[in-house]
């Protein structure tokens, strides 16, 4: 067997290094055949977060087994219907309070990925569990320039009282390297686009990126020349694929800047201080640019593994584009009342937009006769069942994406009562060829 391309082959220019997307030329060719082989196949991995719990009267479908008719709030998901799992009866007891007084909204965040019950404190003694993200980057990660990506769209604090007496790192964080080290998420599209797709050291990116916004140039347009040189080794769908790929990095870079500046302002810099960070105001543009730069990581085979919490659990933001002026967590105490409850199922479909488009970003993209879809494991969800019980059973997740295979789909699946999200997450270590004996509070593997 002999390889045309290396999969890590990538572009370089001025502090760039844009790594390629699969392309058929990377397929090992069989000498004595002629003919390309199937390349073996890459597994993504990625959980998503939002807060508050989820109107549950609208999430739940009515019955058990194939999917037929989806709730309502899954309803922007019906063109992936036979490519998801929704999973009923999972719990997470360590969200719970279990002799540690309030707190829900940070146990819930920090227990989601762990299993683990976080240590009350607003000090710097704080401490949950490795989380699952990172079990599987430690065995998945060599293979990638980033072992994981932890993104997001709220900002926080590593520190102070934010939730009844637990640190703000909890809410703050998603992802945990281990059980004292929570992984920061970062919330600026650009510095994602930049860590992607940029070379060198922090400051080396900060001063090419000066550079290329002072000479108002695109990270592309340090690396045409070896982009056209490498454009005449390869085949004619190769080509287009390598066209399309491009494109979409530059309109990612142009949405980049739109959000970033005021229209047809030029960008200032003074030399002794680094380029400006302003996040998109605008919700559903923030997350739409972080789900396509995850895409495009994926795509480039950049990392395998991402974590991206649509907002910090106890979030209190307001959607006055979708007519819910009134604060998320304040509406999510809606004691029955039926406008409040109205508002809330607004706010968790709106959230599941969001997520359709990610989804729907993944199924366009085609690797090696697949699409990223096909190849990943997505699991969305919440740490907290209602929002006004603050209950920790009856969780809403759904998984989306079959893993290469791996998992069987199109299926609603109700468990026992209280049956352990983190035995969910060991039937994924043991597809992906990372098993974990336990995990968390795991009592087994879960049967998906």
């Known amino acids: 067997m002999s390889t045309l391309m290396n999969r890590r082959t990538a572009l370089k220019g001025l502090g760039t290094a844009i790594a390629l997307p699969w392309l058929e030329a990377m397929a090992p060719v069989s000498m004595a055949a002629g003919t390309a082989a ?32 989806l709730p309502s709030l ?15 009866g999972l719990a997470l007891d360590k969200a719970k309070a279990n002799g540690d007084g309030p707190g829900d909204h940070a146990r819930a965040q920090a227990a989601f990925l762990t299993g683990r019950q976080p240590r009350k404190t607003n ?45 703000c790192a909890y ?25 992607l797709f940029g070379n060198g050291s922090s400051k080396d990116k900060d001063e090419n990126r000066e550079k290329r916004d002072r000479l108002n140039k695109s990270i592309l347009d340090f690396v045409n020349e070896e982009a056209k040189s490498l454009n005449n080794q390869l085949g004619a769908s190769d080509q287009r694929k390598m066209d399309e790929y491009l494109t979409a990095i530059r309109e990612l870079e142009q949405r980049i800047d739109k959000s970033r500046e005021a229209k047809n302002a030029k960008p200032t810099f003074k030399p002794t201080m680094a380029a400006p960070t302003i996040i998109p105001k605008d919700a559903q543009e923030h997350i739409r640019l ?41 509406l999510s105490h809606h004691g029955k009342d039926a406008k409040k409850q109205e508002k809330i199922a607004k706010i968790n479909r709106y959230h599941i937009e ?21 190849q990943s494991m997505v699991v969305y969800g919440s740490g907290i069942g209602d929002g006004d019980r603050h209950n920790h059973d ?31 997450y060991l039937a994924m270590f043991q597809r992906l060829g990372c098993p974990a004996k336990t995990f968390g509070d795991s009592t087994g593997v879960l049967s998906i």
Not at 39 to 58: C, I, Q, S
Not at 145 to 164: H, M, T, V, W, Y
Not at 400 to 420: A, E, I, Q, S
């Open 38 to 69: 199937a390349a073996k196949p890459v597994t993504r991995v990625a959980f998503l977060y939002v807060p508050n719990g989820m109107h549950m009267e609208d999430w739940t479908p009515k019955g058990v087994g194939t999917l037929a008719e």
């Open 290 to 330: 972080m789900s396509d730069l995850m895409v495009l990581a994926f795509q480039a085979d950049l990392t395998r593994v991402v974590t991206f919490p649509f907002a910090n659990d106890g979030s209190n933001r307001s959607y006055p584009v979708i007519g819910v002026p009134e604060g998320h967590h304040e």
């Open 123 to 167: 000090g710097a003694d704080i401490r949950a569990g490795q989380s699952a993200d990172q079990h599987i980057a430690n065995h998945l990660g060599e293979s990638t320039k980033f072992a994981s990506l932890e993104i997001g769209i709220e900002p926080g604090r590593q520190a102070g009282n934010c939730d009844s007496g637990y640190s």
């Open 354 to 374: 969001q997520l359709a488009y990610l989804i729907g970003r993944l199924q366009a993209v085609k690797e090696n006769g697949k699409s990223l879809l096909e």
């Open 171 to 195: 809410q703050s964080n998603f992802s945990w390297r281990n059980e004292t080290v929570p992984n920061a998420k970062e919330i600026d599209p650009r510095l994602v686009f930049d860590r």
């Open 394 to 424: 009856e969780l809403p997740v759904v998984m989306l994406g079959g893993g290469n295979g791996l998992v069987k789909t199109g299926r609603h699946m109700r468990f026992p009562k209280d049956t352990p999200l983190m035995n969910l």
């Open 74 to 88: 899954l309803q922007p998901l019906k063109n992936f219907k036979d490519s998801m799992n929704v999973f009923s």
